[in-house]
Protein backbone atom coordinates (compact mmCIF):
# COMPACT_ATOMS: atom_id res chain seq x y z
CA UNK A 1 0.00 0.00 0.00
CA UNK A 2 2.75 2.32 1.32
CA UNK A 3 4.60 1.52 -2.07
CA UNK A 4 1.90 2.42 -4.58
CA UNK A 5 1.21 5.49 -2.52
CA UNK A 6 4.91 6.54 -3.25
CA UNK A 7 4.48 6.12 -6.72
CA UNK A 8 1.64 8.15 -6.86
CA UNK A 9 1.44 11.73 -8.30
CA UNK A 10 -0.56 12.62 -5.19
CA UNK A 11 0.30 10.54 -2.01
CA UNK A 12 -0.62 13.29 0.69
CA UNK A 13 1.25 14.56 3.35
CA UNK A 14 3.52 12.68 5.23
CA UNK A 15 3.69 12.54 8.79
CA UNK A 16 6.66 12.07 11.55
CA UNK A 17 5.41 10.57 15.33
CA UNK A 18 8.62 9.78 17.07
CA UNK A 19 8.76 7.32 20.59
CA UNK A 20 11.25 7.46 22.97
CA UNK A 21 11.89 4.90 25.27
CA UNK A 22 13.63 5.24 28.02
CA UNK A 23 12.52 2.50 30.39
CA UNK A 24 15.80 0.76 30.42
CA UNK A 25 17.03 4.02 32.12
CA UNK A 26 15.94 3.68 36.24
CA UNK A 27 13.17 5.95 36.63
CA UNK A 28 13.08 6.08 32.99
CA UNK A 29 9.17 6.07 30.66
CA UNK A 30 7.73 6.15 27.35
CA UNK A 31 7.30 9.29 25.28
CA UNK A 32 5.64 9.59 22.04
CA UNK A 33 6.02 13.02 20.40
CA UNK A 34 4.66 14.13 16.92
CA UNK A 35 5.38 17.64 15.42
CA UNK A 36 1.69 18.12 14.37
CA UNK A 37 -1.82 18.33 15.24
CA UNK A 38 -4.50 16.42 13.98
CA UNK A 39 -8.14 17.68 12.22
CA UNK A 40 -9.11 19.14 15.64
CA UNK A 41 -6.51 20.74 17.01
CA UNK A 42 -5.66 18.06 19.13
CA UNK A 43 -2.71 15.42 19.72
CA UNK A 44 -2.30 12.96 16.74
CA UNK A 45 -3.87 9.59 17.56
CA UNK A 46 -2.09 6.76 15.94
CA UNK A 47 -2.65 2.81 16.07
CA UNK A 48 -4.34 4.18 19.34
CA UNK A 49 -1.62 5.44 20.50
CA UNK A 50 -1.58 9.62 21.82
CA UNK A 51 1.57 11.17 20.24
CA UNK A 52 1.54 15.19 21.96
CA UNK A 53 2.54 17.80 19.62
CA UNK A 54 6.34 18.76 20.61
CA UNK A 55 8.39 21.35 18.41
CA UNK A 56 10.65 19.02 17.01
CA UNK A 57 13.48 19.07 14.57
CA UNK A 58 15.64 17.10 12.87
CA UNK A 59 18.94 16.58 10.63
CA UNK A 60 20.73 14.32 9.39
CA UNK A 61 18.19 11.07 8.07
CA UNK A 62 19.00 11.12 5.55
CA UNK A 63 22.00 8.11 4.09
CA UNK A 64 24.34 8.92 2.23
CA UNK A 65 26.53 7.30 -0.59
CA UNK A 66 29.67 6.20 1.58
CA UNK A 67 29.67 3.22 3.60
CA UNK A 68 29.19 5.60 7.23
CA UNK A 69 26.33 5.44 9.84
CA UNK A 70 24.29 8.71 9.42
CA UNK A 71 24.25 10.51 12.98
CA UNK A 72 20.94 12.40 12.86
CA UNK A 73 20.24 15.16 15.54
CA UNK A 74 17.14 15.44 17.42
CA UNK A 75 15.97 18.88 18.83
CA UNK A 76 13.21 18.66 21.35
CA UNK A 77 11.59 22.16 22.12
CA UNK A 78 12.55 22.80 25.94
CA UNK A 79 10.97 25.65 26.16
CA UNK A 80 8.68 25.07 29.59
CA UNK A 81 11.95 23.22 31.07
CA UNK A 82 10.59 19.99 31.16
CA UNK A 83 12.67 18.21 28.62
CA UNK A 84 15.84 19.32 29.93
CA UNK A 85 14.83 18.28 33.63
CA UNK A 86 13.70 15.06 32.00
CA UNK A 87 17.46 14.26 30.29
CA UNK A 88 19.61 15.61 33.16
CA UNK A 89 17.68 13.09 35.57
CA UNK A 90 18.13 10.16 33.62
CA UNK A 91 21.75 10.68 32.85
CA UNK A 92 20.82 12.72 29.76
CA UNK A 93 18.48 9.72 28.26
CA UNK A 94 22.27 7.65 26.96
CA UNK A 95 21.40 4.22 25.68
CA UNK A 96 17.36 5.37 25.26
CA UNK A 97 15.83 4.11 21.91
CA UNK A 98 14.30 6.33 19.71
CA UNK A 99 11.68 4.78 17.14
CA UNK A 100 11.23 6.86 13.98
CA UNK A 101 7.43 6.29 12.52
CA UNK A 102 6.40 7.41 9.09
CA UNK A 103 3.00 7.46 7.51
CA UNK A 104 0.78 8.80 5.61
CA UNK A 105 -2.07 11.75 7.22
CA UNK A 106 -4.62 9.98 5.06
CA UNK A 107 -4.35 6.85 7.43
CA UNK A 108 -4.16 7.49 10.63
CA UNK A 109 -6.67 6.84 13.01
CA UNK A 110 -10.33 8.02 12.75
CA UNK A 111 -10.47 9.95 15.50
CA UNK A 112 -8.34 12.05 14.53
CA UNK A 113 -11.10 13.94 12.14
CA UNK A 114 -14.24 15.70 12.20
CA UNK A 115 -17.09 12.77 12.54
CA UNK A 116 -14.48 10.89 14.25
CA UNK A 117 -14.31 8.55 10.44
CA UNK A 118 -11.61 7.68 8.53
CA UNK A 119 -12.53 4.42 6.32
CA UNK A 120 -9.14 4.00 5.21
CA UNK A 121 -7.28 4.17 9.02
CA UNK A 122 -4.45 1.81 8.79
CA UNK A 123 -2.12 1.36 11.81
CA UNK A 124 0.39 -1.20 9.56
CA UNK A 125 0.25 1.18 6.58
CA UNK A 126 3.40 2.72 7.07
CA UNK A 127 7.27 2.52 5.79
CA UNK A 128 9.85 0.57 7.82
CA UNK A 129 10.70 2.05 11.38
CA UNK A 130 13.59 3.77 12.05
CA UNK A 131 15.31 2.41 15.06
CA UNK A 132 17.63 4.77 16.74
CA UNK A 133 19.52 5.42 20.26
CA UNK A 134 20.39 8.42 21.96
CA UNK A 135 24.44 8.52 22.11
CA UNK A 136 24.52 12.23 23.84
CA UNK A 137 22.81 15.01 25.02
CA UNK A 138 24.68 17.97 22.47
CA UNK A 139 23.52 20.51 23.99
CA UNK A 140 21.00 22.29 25.95
CA UNK A 141 19.31 25.88 26.50
CA UNK A 142 16.01 27.20 27.45
CA UNK A 143 14.61 26.46 23.74
CA UNK A 144 16.16 23.36 22.67
CA UNK A 145 17.26 20.13 23.85
CA UNK A 146 19.88 18.46 21.19
CA UNK A 147 20.35 14.65 20.95
CA UNK A 148 23.07 13.10 18.89
CA UNK A 149 21.49 9.44 17.65
CA UNK A 150 23.21 6.43 16.24
CA UNK A 151 22.30 3.27 15.09
CA UNK A 152 22.86 -0.07 17.00
CA UNK A 153 25.17 -0.67 13.78
CA UNK A 154 27.13 2.13 14.60
CA UNK A 155 27.45 1.36 18.35
CA UNK A 156 28.32 -2.27 18.54
CA UNK A 157 31.89 -3.81 18.44
CA UNK A 158 33.52 -0.55 17.82
CA UNK A 159 36.73 -0.30 18.47
CA UNK A 160 38.42 3.30 19.45
CA UNK A 161 42.09 4.08 19.21
CA UNK A 162 42.11 3.42 22.82
CA UNK A 163 39.70 1.17 23.78
CA UNK A 164 37.24 -1.39 23.41
CA UNK A 165 33.22 -0.35 23.12
CA UNK A 166 31.68 -3.06 25.64
CA UNK A 167 28.42 -3.19 27.00
CA UNK A 168 27.17 -1.26 30.18
CA UNK A 169 31.22 -1.81 32.05
CA UNK A 170 33.24 0.59 33.08
CA UNK A 171 36.94 0.03 32.39
CA UNK A 172 38.49 2.95 34.78
CA UNK A 173 40.27 1.13 37.77
CA UNK A 174 38.00 2.32 40.67
CA UNK A 175 39.27 5.63 42.81
CA UNK A 176 41.79 6.29 40.01
CA UNK A 177 42.30 9.40 38.25
CA UNK A 178 39.83 8.44 35.55
CA UNK A 179 37.49 7.32 38.21
CA UNK A 180 37.81 10.29 40.22
CA UNK A 181 35.76 8.90 43.31
CA UNK A 182 37.42 9.68 46.82
CA UNK A 183 34.65 9.86 49.04
CA UNK A 184 33.66 7.22 51.35
CA UNK A 185 32.34 3.79 51.62
CA UNK A 186 29.06 3.08 49.23
CA UNK A 187 28.28 -0.03 48.17
CA UNK A 188 29.81 -4.07 47.37
CA UNK A 189 30.57 -5.15 44.33
CA UNK A 190 26.69 -6.40 43.60
CA UNK A 191 25.89 -2.75 44.38
CA UNK A 192 24.70 -3.77 48.24
CA UNK A 193 24.84 -0.46 50.87
CA UNK A 194 28.23 -0.43 52.84
CA UNK A 195 30.05 1.82 55.69
CA UNK A 196 32.97 -0.37 55.76
CA UNK A 197 35.86 0.76 53.75
CA UNK A 198 37.14 -2.47 52.58
CA UNK A 199 33.81 -3.75 51.38
CA UNK A 200 33.54 -0.70 49.50
CA UNK A 201 33.61 -1.99 45.55
CA UNK A 202 32.67 -0.69 42.02
CA UNK A 203 30.86 -3.01 40.36
CA UNK A 204 31.69 -1.12 36.96
CA UNK A 205 27.98 -1.30 35.89
CA UNK A 206 26.34 2.34 35.17
CA UNK A 207 24.08 1.77 38.36
CA UNK A 208 27.31 1.80 40.67
CA UNK A 209 28.68 4.87 38.99
CA UNK A 210 25.63 6.38 39.85
CA UNK A 211 25.40 5.15 43.66
CA UNK A 212 28.48 7.48 43.83
CA UNK A 213 27.92 10.53 41.30
CA UNK A 214 23.90 10.75 41.14
CA UNK A 215 22.15 10.77 37.92
CA UNK A 216 23.81 13.72 36.83
CA UNK A 217 27.37 14.13 34.64
CA UNK A 218 29.52 11.32 35.58
CA UNK A 219 33.01 10.21 34.78
CA UNK A 220 31.46 6.83 34.04
CA UNK A 221 33.28 4.71 31.05
CA UNK A 222 31.09 2.38 29.58
CA UNK A 223 28.88 2.26 27.22
CA UNK A 224 24.83 1.41 27.80
CA UNK A 225 23.95 1.95 24.17
CA UNK A 226 25.60 -1.04 22.69
CA UNK A 227 23.24 -3.67 24.30
CA UNK A 228 20.35 -2.28 22.60
CA UNK A 229 18.49 -4.29 19.90
Given at each position: ???????????????????????????????????????????????????????????????????????????V??????????????????????????????????????????????????????????????S?????????????????????????????????????????Y???????????????????????????????????????????????T
Amino acid sequence: MISSDVQSLSPGDIIDLYELDATNIEGGSLLRWCNFVNELGNSVVWGGDTYTRLAIETTGFEKTSDSKQPRPKLRVSNVTGLIGSFARSLDGLIGAKLTRHRTFVKYIDAVNFTGGTNPIADPNASFTDEIWYVDRKASENGIFVEFELASSLDLSGIKLPRRQVVANTCPWVYRSAECGYAGGAVATFNDEPTTVLANDSCGKRLSSCQLRFGTGEKPYGGFPGVTQT
